[in-house]
């Protein structure tokens, strides 16, 4: 498996970044994650980094185990991060209001698995179209659902920082786990915060998909979205991940 990968953060117009993002690649899988977190006195920048933090720890464990039933491997995976995520909050007052969004890839020769939860989303492109984004867990998207507004009107709704499901260490992991056929020769993979996308059109992310386009397009279409905010850009997080030929 070849990969090509980019990533990139800013805090945008807010005064921390209490996003965090990470990944761990090897021979025969790769791991990539965004996490957005959520919670006043830094403890979304906790929350996210410990998350994230967890993940990478027990990457190498439970990827040994992703021919056994991946879907459950998966889930147990998000549960061992989020008891890291308990560990290193403990003593700390702020765990309980600490909260987290996540998006997840894992890569390997037999599937592609996502798990997200929030509204941190993955992208699936090719040059020509967004095969599937991941569904947020928001009460814009249930919006989308129902018909009320439109995929463009998600990114301003009044209500678009309202979450369904986070992580939290009180609560564990509502994670929504997707289990796909292997990654194609070409494929790209766009993992990002919602100050990414909700600026960001679907068909401008087509540039990240085409053939040649690598950090320099990433960062445009970051820029695009910190500008698109005018003054009021929420942190941005997002990595790039290309399948390249055997």
């Not at 700390?92 to 890569?107: F, V």
Request: aromatic share 6%; with cysteine.
């Amino acid at each position: 498996m070849k990969l090509a990968y980019h990533q990139l953060t800013s805090q945008g117009d807010r005064e921390i970044n209490q996003d965090c993002m990470a990944n761990r690649v090897e021979h025969d899988f790769a791991l990539f994650v965004v996490a957005d977190g959520l919670g006043g006195h830094h403890a979304g920048e906790k929350a996210s980094r410990f998350f994230c933090h967890g993940l990478i720890k027990n990457a190498e464990a439970f990827a040994r185990m992703m021919d056994n039933k991946p879907a459950v491997t998966m889930s147990s995976w998000i549960d061992a991060a989020v008891d890291e995520m308990r560990r290193l909050f403990e003593g700390d007052p702020a765990a309980l209001e600490a909260h987290t969004t996540c998006a997840i890839l894992y890569l390997d020769n037999k599937r592609v698995m996502t798990a997200h939860c929030g509204d941190s989303r993955i992208y699936r492109l090719t040059p020509r179209e967004v095969v599937w984004r991941t569904r947020d867990h928001s009460i814009p998207q249930a919006l989308l659902d129902e018909g009320k507004i439109s995929e463009s009107e998600m990114g301003g709704h009044p209500e678009q920082n309202c979450l369904l499901r986070s992580i939290n260490v009180a609560a564990g992991h509502q994670s929504e786990i997707n289990v796909f056929p292997p990654a194609r020769a070409g494929e790209t993979f766009v993992l990002c915060s919602d100050g990414f996308w909700e600026n960001v059109k679907a068909r401008e992310l087509l540039q990240l998909a085409q053939v040649g386009s690598g950090i320099n397009e990433l960062g445009k279409v970051a820029k695009l979205s910190l500008l698109r905010a005018s003054g009021k850009s929420d942190n941005i997080t997002v990595q790039w991940v290309r399948c390249l030929l055997p």
